[in-house]
């Protein structure tokens, strides 16, 4: 789920793809009936998601020494009752496919964009006004739709710390970064969030959620940051100190600037494994690993590797940048990524799943689509589960037929495509950048809201825009 989960999640739905597993059922992989499920099995999911928003705001010095172990612990409360029902052939193979096909390379994504990221130093002297830092959140939400909303968010994120480092009132800014930056702006093009950038792989045309996306983001990106203007002028005048003046002679520049030819790149590698079908597969205990995927990330480990190089550590030491983020989202989206095994697959199982109920909302009487059920239902569960598999499932449902989608069913991908990529702002496990955003923002000692904290932000300013969009597109 941190994933909603859940960025750079485009292995994730890869993993997901019911293709892959008749394929791996062709190979004799061991399996089990996700039907016989009970929702008694997403316990120890729900157990490190509570963990995760409980420990930090009731323990915080316990948490920060013991949050490896916890992640463990739960993981190990699935897989040990998991290897017991099912066998230790088949925990193995949800494992070892759990680890190939989608956290290692999911990491490896997020590596490389929070590394190379990491190397671009905006220097000068920015203050953070409101019309400042409304026009930095509309700029990174415009770039997310390019460089996805990890890799726009991990290159604004420094910068927006930095002008607003004078600030007492500033915690409202990075929520509404939040929102913006590692979610709602990367609504645009496949390359922006992982959802999109599966529907393109299953088919659906690039430019697709450019046309169709392209209103739904308007409104609800211009609603936010009409708000966040209002709000942040509010707060603005209730400062106790003031704003520190620009100096002329010292105008923005960028240092490190190599590190956006080498975000190219990542975008490249990435794009690399959707449309480079080498026909070359090989196996590790029954998983089945593409050459083009172990080239995209051998890829972008390199670009990780050259941005260290070529990078002058002085741009790295002024962004204060160190791998605490990465080394705590890696230890917790293991254990998310192991326990959340029963919860996809109950939703996978469909309308013969433990979830039926909620999987026979997106229909009617009549057998048509429900298209603000699709939206809502998309979107809470990719809220707190990872969006990228939600998407999928919910496309699947919708029939997982691109061109029908495309065409006559165009509505219910639109409803699947906003409520995956929009409500992945619901919870800091929503989208993986939305928990590096709080992570380096406590770093640089802001206290960000607590889990339900946050939640009660997005209850408030996101939920009625929600609201607005199914009545303006999906009624």
């Avoid at 093009?189 to 599966?198: C, S």
Wanted: glycine share 8%; net charge negative; proline share 6%.
């Amino acid at each position: 789920m941190m994933r909603s989960l859940s960025a750079a999640l485009i292995l994730v739905v890869l993993a997901c793809d019911p293709a892959l597993a008749a394929e791996n059922a062709h190979h004799g992989a061991p399996h089990f009936d996700a039907t016989s499920l009970g929702l008694i099995w997403a316990v120890p999911f729900v157990g490190i998601l509570l963990s995760i928003a409980i420990f930090p705001l009731a323990a915080p010095s316990f948490w920060h020494h013991h949050f490896g172990k916890i992640s463990a612990l739960w993981a190990l409360l699935f897989l040990a009752p998991f290897t017991l029902q099912y066998g230790f052939d088949v925990a193995l193979y949800e494992v070892v496919h759990t680890a190939f096909l989608e956290y290692i390379p999911f990491i490896i994504l997020l590596l490389s964009l929070y590394t190379v990221a990491g190397g671009v130093r905006l220097r000068g002297r920015l203050s953070g006004t409101p019309a400042t830092n409304t026009g930095m959140l509309a700029l990174g939400t415009l770039a997310a739709s390019f460089m996805g909303t990890t890799g726009a968010a991990m290159l604004f994120i420094r910068p927006m710390l930095d002008a607003n480092d004078w600030r007492h009132y500033r915690v409202h800014t990075f929520v509404f970064f939040i929102f913006l930056v590692a979610n709602i702006g990367g609504s645009l093009t496949p390359l922006g969030d992982p959802p999109l950038f599966l529907g393109f792989l299953k088919g659906v045309n690039f430019f697709w959620t450019t046309t169709h996306m392209f209103l739904p983001l308007l409104v609800i990106a211009g609603a936010l940051l009409l708000i966040y203007y209002l709000l942040d002028s509010l707060v603005h005048r209730k400062e106790p100190g003031h704003s520190p003046k620009v100096e002329q002679e010292e105008p923005l520049s960028l240092g490190g600037s190599i590190n956006l030819l080498l975000l190219l790149g990542v975008v490249g590698g990435v794009l690399l494994s959707g449309l480079w079908k080498s026909g070359i597969t090989f196996e590790i205990y029954h998983v089945p690993i593409k050459l083009q995927n172990v080239a995209r990330d051998l890829i972008l480990l390199a670009l990780a590797g050259l941005s260290l190089v070529v990078t002058d550590r002085e741009h790295r030491r002024a962004n204060a940048f160190t791998w605490f983020p990465i080394i705590e989202v890696a230890k917790l989206f293991a254990g998310i990524f192991i326990t959340i095994i029963p919860a996809i697959a109950i939703l996978r199982a469909g309308t013969d799943g433990a979830l039926a109920p909620v999987v026979s909302m997106v229909f009617d009487a009549e057998g048509n689509p429900n298209q603000p059920m699709f939206f809502w239902l998309t979107g809470i569960l990719s809220g707190f589960l990872d969006n990228a598999p939600t998407y999928l499932v919910f496309f699947n449902t919708a029939g997982g037929d691109a061109q029908e989608l495309m065409g006559p069913m165009a509505d219910t991908l639109l409803a699947i495509s906003c409520g995956a990529v929009f409500m992945g702002a619901m919870t800091y496990i929503g989208n993986a950048p939305n928990f590096m955003v709080r992570s380096i923002c406590e770093e640089r000692g802001l206290p960000m809201p607590s889990f339900f904290g946050f939640v009660l932000w997005s209850a408030v300013f996101l939920v009625p825009l929600y609201l607005l969009l199914t009545w303006l597109f999906f009624m």
